[in-house]
C-alpha cells in the first residue's frame, strides 16, 4: 500500500500544487496589474474553478486510497480464513484416509470389473459390480478408481463422471480422499448393509487406454492386500475381470504376469467387441498385474 500512495501521491499532489501555485501568482500579479475588471471576474473565476477542482481531486485520492486498503485488508483477511479452512479439511482427510487404511474390512466381497477400453479416449469405462457381504454391517469404505498414472495432475470425480448405485433401496453418498497423482474415494452407504447387496461404481477415466491404441500394448495393475477382520488374506471371495477390446481383425491378449487365475480365449461378443475374462476363484491379497496387448489400428 505505500508504494501505492506514493505513486499516486506524485501524479496528483506534485503537478497539482504547482498549478494552483502557479494560478495564485498570476491573480495576485493580475491584481497588482491595471487590469479591466471584467478579465479580473474572469480571472477569479478560473482561480475558483481550478481550486475547487483540485479539492474533488484531492478527495477522490483519499477515498481511493482508503477503499483500496479495505479491499486489501478484507483480502488478507478472507485469505487466511480460507488456508485454515483449508488446512482442517485436509486434516480431516488425512484422518479418514489413515483410519481406513488400518481398519480391517468387516465384510466378504465377489467384485467383478468390467473394463472398456474404447476405441477413442471417451470411450474409456470401467464398471465395478460388487456382491458385499457384511460381517455384521458395513457403514463405509474407500476405493480407488482406475485413472490414468502418466500425470502429476490429479483426476477429479466429476470429471470422471464417477457415479455409484446400490440394486436396491438405498443410496451411496460419494466424497474425494484426495492424493497426488491418485484419487481415493471415500463412499457411505446409507443406510448402513447388514445383509448381503449388490452394488456398483462406474466412471469414464478418459485417455486409461491411450497407449495401448497406440503402441498396442499396457498393462493394468490392482493391488489387493486387505487382509480381512476373520483373517483372511483378502476380503475377496470371487474376482473376475472382463477386459472389452474394440473391433479389430486380430484378437487381443491378456495374460496375467504372475499367473494368477485364469484367462479364456478371446472371443466376439453380441456388439463385436473382443471379449476377454480373466478369473480368480480364490483371491489371496495379490498384487495382479496384466499385460494387455492389441494390434495397433484394428489391423
Not at 62 to 77: N, P
Not at 160 to 179: C, D, H, N, V, Y
Not at 192 to 220: N, S
Request: hydrophobic share 40%; proline share 7%.
Amino acid at each position: 500500500m505505500p508504494a501505492t500512495s506514493s505513486r499516486y501521491e506524485a501524479v496528483f499532489r506534485g503537478p497539482l500544487n504547482l498549478l494552483v501555485l502557479l494560478i495564485g501568482l498570476a491573480s495576485g500579479v493580475a491584481q497588482l496589474a491595471d487590469v479591466p475588471t471584467r478579465i479580473a471576474q474572469w480571472a477569479l473565476t478560473a482561480v475558483f474553478l481550478a481550486c475547487l477542482l483540485y479539492v474533488a481531486v484531492r478527495v477522490w485520492h483519499i477515498a481511493f486510497v482508503v477503499r483500496i486498503r479495505q479491499l486489501r485488508t478484507g483480502l488478507d483477511e478472507a485469505t487466511s480464513a480460507l488456508a485454515l479452512q483449508r488446512a482442517g479439511h485436509q486434516h480431516y482427510l488425512d484422518a479418514i484416509q489413515r483410519i481406513s487404511e488400518r481398519e480391517k474390512p468387516l465384510f466378504q466381497e465377489a467384485v467383478e470389473v468390467v473394463v472398456t477400453i474404447g476405441g477413442d479416449d471417451e470411450s474409456d469405462r470401467i464398471v465395478e459390480k460388487r456382491t458385499t457381504s457384511p460381517e455384521p454391517l458395513v457403514t463405509h469404505r474407500t476405493m480407488r478408481p482406475i485413472v490414468p498414472t502418466d500425470t502429476d495432475r490429479l483426476a477429479r470425480l466429476d470429471e470422471i463422471e464417477f457415479k455409484a448405485s446400490r440394486t436396491f433401496a438405498g443410496t451411496i453418498t460419494a466424497l474425494p480422499l484426495e492424493q497426488t497423482r491418485t484419487l481415493r474415494v471415500w463412499l457411505i452407504f446409507d443406510p448402513a448393509m447388514t445383509t448381503p447387496t449388490e452394488w456398483q461404481v462406474e466412471y469414464r477415466p478418459r485417455g486409461l487406454w491411450r497407449p495401448l491404441r497406440e503402441r498396442g500394448w499396457d498393462q493394468l495393475v490392482w493391488e489387493d492386500r486387505l487382509p480381512a477382520a476373520s483373517g483372511s488374506p483378502s476380503a475377496f471371495t470371487r474376482f473376475q475381470v472382463t477386459f472389452l477390446f474394440p473391433e479389430s481383425d486380430q484378437p487381443p491378449s491378456v495374460k496375467e504376469r504372475q499367473g494368477y487365475g485364469t484367462v479364456r480365449e478371446p472371443f466376439r461378443n453380441s456388439r463385436n467387441q473382443w471379449e476377454v475374462v480373466w478369473l480368480d476363484e480364490k483371491p489371496a491379497g495379490r498384487r495382479y498385474v496384466w499385460d494387455l496387448t492389441q494390434a495397433v489400428g484394428g489391423r
